[in-house]
């Protein structure tokens, strides 16, 4: 996915659990646009730059365990939810899911047929 619908992804998401949790509309209150600020730099940083899967699917991550924890709580509300603000949105993310699960099987089939091959 690239960067800029990935960011856009997580502030929808944000925005999403800060209207459910903190009643904010409009606006992100204060907690929450301090977590969107820290995903937006994080995400710029990102060393697989449009090469990278979701965070959940990474190799590494690269936040901090309090806003790691932070935006767990936002994605566990906010995913189901998504079907009914951004259906759109919510249907790419699973198929994107599928996708990277789908190759990830793949290549561990084929390391593990070449592990084989050694021995």
């Not at 960011?7 to 999403?16: A, H």
């Not at 800060?18 to 929450?32: F, N, T, V, Y």
């Not at 090469?51 to 189901?80: A, D, L, Q, W």
Request: one cysteine or more; a positive charge; glycine letters at 4%.
């Amino acid at each position: 996915m690239q960067k800029e619908k990935e960011i856009e992804v997580v502030k929808l998401m944000i925005d999403v659990y800060c209207r459910g949790k903190h009643k904010h509309k409009g606006e992100l209150c204060e907690e929450c646009e301090e977590l969107w600020q820290y995903a937006k730099q994080r995400r710029e940083k990102c060393p697989f730059g449009d090469e990278k899967t979701f965070c959940n699917n990474c190799k590494i991550h690269c936040y901090k365990p309090s806003m790691r924890e932070k935006i767990s709580k936002v994605m566990r509300y906010s995913g189901p939810r998504m079907m009914f603000y951004h259906p759109i949105i919510a249907f790419r993310h699973v198929a994107e899911t599928m996708k990277y699960k789908r190759i990830n099987k793949k290549k561990e089939k084929e390391q593990s047929k070449n592990v084989e091959e050694k021995n």
